[in-house]
């Protein structure tokens, strides 16, 4: 099933890319670009996916690979903003999978928004741990936004569900110096 | 620089036809020789056009899949390199992949300057690897470490250096961000990957066979 779609999707994506390499109109070729991003979109969220599916429970360490996997592929994308991600847990946690993989998304979803729409030049994502809890912070130095009129309204609709899915509470500050994302969720 | 010459086995004609396709901007350095859709037609194939230096292989094909290629290919054309080309990045695979004795993978998706750039740097002896594909094998090696030295002598596989670049990488660092941090050259970083990338390959021999004599099979 997903080999055919993971398979489908690569040929779209690599039928672009060859046309866009034949094509002089830059109308046509920035067109072209756009459709192949949105393959390449798709197709690594069916990634994101297939590794969820095949998730076990698992710990915190797990996480933290899958994050640094993350900050890896970005890295060779870009070299602004750069993206730190601090251990400060004084053990692992345990996690279900479904923890895992939400708080997978909602730190792809921070930096996202940080890359997008916030101009940062440095994205911090630390975990830290209090006697109840594990927390996770996600801080840029960007422009910050207002809540009201964001284009990351939908985004931190998104984290929020996603945290209160798993009894856990999200905060954010966000002012001219940036923005400050904090995720708690209670330890098991 | 000498002309690359390149086979390709994908069982997928259409994706078959993109790769060749990628690279057909890159006619001055990249031959693609040949492409062939399961490995024992790959192995036919090279018998009699054996001057190939790198293959690009997919892992799931009919009849003789790409893993079982790879060492097949390294046992009886050794000078040959291999490359991985997968549509999802599932790890075990990989990390098979690279204990048959491939140089790394790659991502069917990936840009066509990309998947130049990456042939050059396999060719010049490097290797390139993820930090989830570092992890498993830090915890692969540890555990056999763990396993030598409960029974016979106790010789570590990797060096403190190879370990460490390993954690680098864990961490989510790329090549050049590991040679800052270390104090030595990309292309010292480079060379400690293609080691450890040799010792996993040569531990999957040597455990191999083991295994076979320890299930009284040669």
């Not at chain 1, 730190?84 to 708080?103: G, I, K, P």
């Not at chain 2, 002309?3 to 994908?10: C, D, H, M, V």
């Not at chain 2, 094909?61 to 390294?74: F, S």
């Amino acid at each position: 099933m997903h080999d055919n779609i993971g398979s489908n999707l690569t040929f779209i994506i690599n039928a672009l890319e060859n046309i866009g390499n034949q094509e002089n109109s830059d109308l046509l070729n920035r067109k072209i670009e756009s459709v192949s991003e949105i393959g390449r979109e798709s197709i690594s969220d069916l990634r994101d996916s297939i590794w969820a599916l095949k998730l076990d429970d698992g710990d915190t360490s797990i996480l933290l690979i899958k994050i640094n996997e993350l900050k890896f592929k970005l890295n060779e994308i870009f070299d602004e903003p750069e993206i730190v991600v601090e251990n400060r847990l004084s053990s692992t946690h345990f996690l279900t999978s479904a923890a895992m993989l939400n708080l997978y998304r909602i730190v792809q979803e921070g930096i996202q928004n940080a890359v997008k729409h916030a101009e940062a030049k440095k994205i911090k994502i630390t975990f830290f741990d209090t006697e109840s809890d594990l927390n996770i912070s996600i801080k840029d130095d960007g422009k910050g936004f207002s809540f009201d009129k964001s284009k990351m309204g939908n985004g931190l609709e998104n984290m929020k569900s996603r945290i209160e899915g798993l009894n856990g509470i999200f905060s954010f500050k966000s002012d001219n110096d940036g923005t400050n994302l904090t995720f708690v969720i209670p330890k098991k | 620089m000498n002309n690359i010459n390149i086979a390709i086995a994908e069982d997928n004609f259409r994706l078959a036809r993109g790769i060749s396709e990628k690279l057909s901007s890159y006619s001055e350095t990249i031959n693609i020789c040949f492409h062939e859709s399961n490995g024992n037609l790959l192995i036919e194939h090279l018998t009699k056009e054996p001057e190939i230096d790198l293959i690009l292989m997919d892992i799931e094909m009919p009849e003789l899949g790409g893993i079982d290629t790879t060492a097949q290919v390294r046992n009886l054309f050794p000078k040959i390199k291999i490359v991985m080309l997968t549509v999802f990045d599932d790890d075990d695979k990989i990390l098979q992949s690279i204990q048959a004795g491939a140089s790394g993978y790659l991502l069917k998706d990936i840009s066509a300057q990309k998947l130049y750039e990456s042939i050059l740097m396999i060719m010049d002896g490097g290797a390139p690897m993820s930090p989830t594909v570092a992890f498993k094998t830090l915890k692969m090696i540890r555990a056999t470490d763990l396993e030598i030295k409960n029974s016979a002598e106790s010789k570590k596989v990797l060096t403190n250096r190879e370990t460490e670049i390993l954690e680098h990488i864990c961490e989510g660092l790329n090549y050049k961000q590991i040679a800052e941090q270390l104090f030595i050259a990309p292309t010292t970083v480079r060379k400690h990957i293609a080691n450890i990338y040799d010792k996993l390959h040569v531990r999957n021999k040597v455990q191999a066979i083991a295994k076979a004599q320890r299930e009284r099979l040669i």
